[in-house]
């Protein structure tokens, strides 16, 4: 069994600061990671995803992630926040031949204040 | 194209009533996905088709019917339903659904309430 545990239920940032978004997770095999966004009233858009390799993932809008295997940790990180990125992020986690099923974290509401 | 369309936005329906959620992609994906979504919680997988083949049904209750005509379309036949299944409904689609490393694209929901 896997899962998913964002520790942050709810992330208040001044805009052009950095923040960081925690997500752990447990799992007996190997796991591939994502993070979901979901701005207000619409759907999630892939941010970034780690499934192998490097373990500093650069995604889209200038966010990245950093897996650490030994914490099994899976942070996200901008170093310089904007409004727009006012969202709900979701960190998720699926396993190899997994038919596609995501096991999402709780979720983490940022907040962007000016 | 990367767009996954649901249709409609915003549904109101009885407990007596039947209705259907729509969702199509024109991305070449041959795995869709239904979610359920509260207020304030993550997305909860309901059903996954791959090749227009059910794969996985997350245990949902009957009321909830799906159907994949093609690779293209996915429909989602609600009927009798309760107050409780009131929430944002999210398509998903990816590229074959066998392999946990593929990104599914999400349409932007139907937000459904049931009186």
């Keep these: 069994a896997q899962s998913v545990t964002q520790l942050d239920s709810q992330v208040p940032v001044f805009e052009e600061a950095p923040v960081e978004l925690r997500c752990n997770y447990s799992s007996s095999v190997s796991v591939y990671l994502f993070w979901y966004v979901q701005y207000p009233n619409q759907g999630l858009q892939l941010l970034l995803k780690y499934l192998s390799g490097s373990t500093l993932v650069k995604g889209i809008n200038g966010f990245e992630a950093e897996f650490n295997k030994s914490q099994t940790s899976f942070h996200l990180r901008k170093p310089s926040v904007h409004i727009s990125d006012t969202a709900e992020y979701f960190c998720a986690v699926t396993q190899p031949d997994s038919w596609g099923k995501l096991q999402f974290g709780a979720g983490t509401q940022v907040v962007v204040t000016p | ?115």
């Design chain 2, 1 to 115: 194209d990367t767009e996954v369309t649901q249709t409609p936005k915003h549904l109101v329906m009885g407990m007596t009533n039947k209705k259907s959620l729509k969702c199509e992609q024109h991305m070449g994906h041959r795995a869709m996905y239904w979610y359920k979504q509260k207020a304030k919680k993550p997305p909860e997988l309901m059903f996954v088709y791959s090749y227009e083949k059910l794969s996985i049904n997350e245990s949902v209750p009957s009321r909830f019917s799906p159907e994949c005509p093609n690779s293209s379309l996915l429909n989602l036949h609600l009927h009798a339903l309760q107050p409780e299944d009131s929430a944002l409904y999210l398509c998903a689609s990816s590229q074959d659904g066998t392999s946990g490393l593929e990104t599914q694209y999400f349409g932007p929901g139907t937000r459904l309430l049931v009186l």
